[in-house]
């Protein structure tokens, strides 16, 4: 038996996970990983119970839940013994024309076909699937700051190179496009908009997202739509999709029914390639897309047959209900903030689930950065919020207000009292 000292083998294994190397950082980066490094700050000992309001997940809350004909689709697709098997490579038709196709087509001055649909295991795949179709040896792609991590991780892990233009909180959280002109060059491949926003709760208007789109035809470069949240707009913006200017620039937009239907765990989403002029067509980059399925998983074959029933039966009194349900724990949320000193929020959430948080480190005590207010809140006050570093905002925090109003109320008085009990005597 072979040992470890003089005369062992010597095994020839990678460390790709080392300190330092791609995937160790692409790791670091993500939200769960920020957020577990807050969550093992919790004292075991408190009897209080952990308040998260950390994650973009809200279906431990009760108010949160599916549509009964959600459930009721799956547990149909089941019973028919018609998904049991592997589904083709883009996705089970049916899915692909009445779940995407036809419902993205709703709100666009276009029809979308079945062709221009590819199922992903949720929108966190179709992010991968994009990253990896785009990046080229020596390309750059713009992301929003802040912005979802995953764009980071995924560029990082690509070989991308990532270029950050701001969001600029006093207008509404929109895009600098001034910034995105200066940061653009021939080597750009796309930029990325994500809409209503995570982390921001901001919703753009039809002339901030028209704007967008000529400063993208200007640039010659594609834009990504990450539109997970659509729809989820309950301020005085509506949702209006990026594809609506698919005439002027190529959009690939990205979505799911995690967030609107709240079944995040059904791991099912989709690309769509917006492309009336037939730009993305010419460069194969449909082809492309299907490429790179062909190497990696699809969604669960019945939840891809129970897509069609999902988006023909659940009734717009439950869309209702939900935007109603994240109305009033945005203004709640927005209302208690204004009371807290060390905190500000320069914009009210419009849409989403999250509203961003600047701490005023000045008037706080002891706090060395974000991560080091979240590590000491969870620890005092067993509440849990997500570090704005991890979105690329250093002394910000983002708060998810998707919860039952007793919980969010409670968590917000936790914080308040935290903040009092850490606020700097003035001299």
């Known amino acids: 038996m072979e ?18 190397g791609p995937l160790a950082d692409a790791g670091s980066m993500s939200i769960r990983a920020v957020l577990g490094r807050v969550f093992s700050s919790v004292d075991a000992s408190s009897a209080r119970p952990v308040l998260s309001l950390g994650s973009g997940d ?16 799956v547990v149909d697709a089941l019973r028919s013994g018609k998904y049991n098997g592997y589904s083709p490579t883009v996705g089970v038709l049916p899915a692909r024309r009445s779940a995407v196709a036809e419902y993205l087509s709703r709100d666009l001055p276009y029809q979308l076909s079945p062709d221009d649909i590819y199922l992903t295991s949720g929108c966190c795949q179709a992010i991968e699937v994009m990253i990896s179709v785009l990046a080229r040896p020596g390309s750059n792609i713009l992301l929003p700051k802040p912005g979802f991590p995953l764009y980071e991780s995924r560029t990082m892990f690509s070989n991308l190179e990532a270029r950050h233009f701001n969001l600029i909180p006093e207008q509404g959280w929109e895009a600098d496009l001034e910034a995105v002109e200066a940061l653009a060059d021939e080597n750009t491949i796309a930029m990325v908009i994500i809409n209503p926003s995570n982390p921001c709760g901001s919703v753009y208007s039809h002339d901030h997202l028209a704007k967008i789109a000529e400063t ?29 200017f698919a005439d002027i620039v190529p959009v690939i937009t990205m979505g799911s029914i995690s967030k609107r239907w709240l079944v995040p765990g059904w791991r099912l989403g989709w690309i769509a390639t917006c492309d009336p002029n037939g730009i993305l067509k010419e460069a194969k980059v449909d082809k492309s897309i299907e490429s790179y399925i062909n190497i990696t998983n ?24 939900i935007l109603n349900l994240l109305r009033n724990s945005a203004d709640l949320c927005y209302g208690k903030i204004q009371e807290i000193r060390g905190i500000t929020c320069p914009h009210k959430p419009e849409g989403s689930m999250f509203v961003m948080v600047k701490l005023d480190l000045s008037c706080l005590d002891g706090m060395q950065d974000d991560l080091d207010f979240c590590c000491k809140l969870a620890k005092e006050e067993s509440v849990i919020v997500l570090p704005g570093s991890a979105l690329g905002m250093k002394d910000w925090i983002r708060i998810t207000f998707a919860s039952d109003v007793p919980t969010l109320e409670n ?15 003035e001299a």
């Open 216 to 244: 993208a035809r200007k640039l010659g470069i594609i834009i990504i739509a990450d539109e997970v949240y659509d729809h989820l707009s309950f301020g005085n913006k509506p949702f209006i999709p990026m594809g609506v």
């Open 3 to 20: 040992g470890n000292g003089a005369g062992a083998t010597r095994w020839h294994i990678s460390r790709p996970s080392a300190p330092g």
């Open 58 to 73: 809200p279906t431990a809350c009760a108010s949160f839940g599916p549509p009964p004909e959600a459930d009721d689709a």
């Open 298 to 321: 699809d969604p669960a074959t019945f939840i891809q047959g129970a897509v069609p029933q999902i988006i023909a039966n659940t009734k717009e009194d439950y869309f209702n209900k």
């Open 411 to 425: 968590a917000l008085e936790r914080i308040k009292s935290f903040c009092q009990r850490h606020a700097k005597v």
